[in-house]
């Protein structure tokens, strides 16, 4: 589609394009296999000489089209879909990081990612290195070495709202010769794209915003298309001949700007086997071409809900990025002057039995192990998303015991105001 068109106009027309007589609506390809008229062609497929669909635990059409519209919101060269957030990050990571090797992160990021890293990455022989918002460039760059692949951060920290600055981070990460890559979930391409700021690589938990109706579990790795794989030789997975495909250099064959995400599906994808689903995909271009609506609504409501929350006598803190006066202010109005998601941290004075009994009282919102839906939801963090964390981590992570998560959605603000008046008991 035309490349000018403005995002909302992307959010509902980019990805399925159809023909004369074709569906207006994107098409659910529901199968596994794909007819070819030769033998010749299929054994080019599997060469990667050809454009096409070999097997659908590699590439299918309808999640084709969703990758496309992704990637063009966030204004990529290219997108994979996979089966979770977290199998994105993995994904991402593993594409051009072996035992050995290391990578920088935030601590301020989602529980689950951390025990990914710390845990899971660990096991597998790549050490992670967490990093503190409050650290000089000079003492993040003691942590990397030449070993040092990447450095990660969310653009919106789920669930302490730290906001990554993307562009210092990206030009730290630049000047050592390596990538950025950035977790878009809470902010969505709708509110703020990280590629226009630096980052190299981006990833969705694609189950929050995009879907917005909590209904299928997905994820996105996004490639920028810009990062130069090629200088230093620091990336010889991209440059240096692959054989589990005949000794093909994705630099070389596929450009700079397709080479990192062409290796993620073709190789990793193929080895793991953890696509969207055809159905899955379907619906989550449902939620996609409502997004822009959705952000902008949820985002309004949560700057009304943090507003009066602050007021409230009940409330010991209130973190929302676009809140005048919190730590997070001028970075939030610099990445995202349209919004900053609807998602809001707060304390209710008593600690955690009065998080608890506030939580127990709200009849509108809902207590469930999720966020960025469009119905009102709340959580306490320290009990259950971060709850295999030691308290080092989820003080690091910024959490603390009477912190109340809460997701709002894009009801009525009056009603989410007034369910949050009754349960603090004003």
Known sequence: MEKNYKINTKCVQSGWEPKNGEPRVLPIYQSTTYKYDDSDYLGDLFDLKADGHMYSRISNPTAACVEKKIAELEGGTGAMLCSSGQMANMLAILNITSSGQNIISMSTIYGGTTNLFAVTLKRMGVDVRFVTPDMSDAEIEKLIDENTRLFFGETIANPSLVVFDIERYANLAHKHGMPLMVDNTFATPVLCRPFEWGADIVTHSTTKYMDGHATVVGGCIVDGGKFDWRAGDKYPELTEPDESYHGVRYTE???????????????????????????????????????????????????????????????????????????????????????????ISFGVKGGREAAMKFMNSLELAAIVVHVADARTCVLHPASTTHRQLTDEQIINCGITPDQVRMSVGIEDADDIIADIKKALGE
Do not use: W
Not at 289 to 304: F, G, I, K, W
Not at 329 to 343: C, D, R
């Open 253 to 343: 064959n596929f450009g700079v700007e397709n080479a990192y995400i062409t290796k993620a599906r073709v190789q990793l994808m193929r080895d793991f086997g953890v696509p969207q689903q055809p159905m899955t995909c379907f619906i989550l271009n449902l939620g996609l071409e409502t997004l822009h609506l959705r952000m902008q609504r949820h985002s309004e409501n949560a700057l009304r809900v943090a507003e009066y929350l602050e007021r409230s006598d009940k409330v010991s803190f209130v973190n929302y990025p676009l809140l005048p006066g919190n730590s997070q202010y001028e970075l939030a109005k610099k990445y995202f002057p349209n919004g900053a998601s609807g998602v």
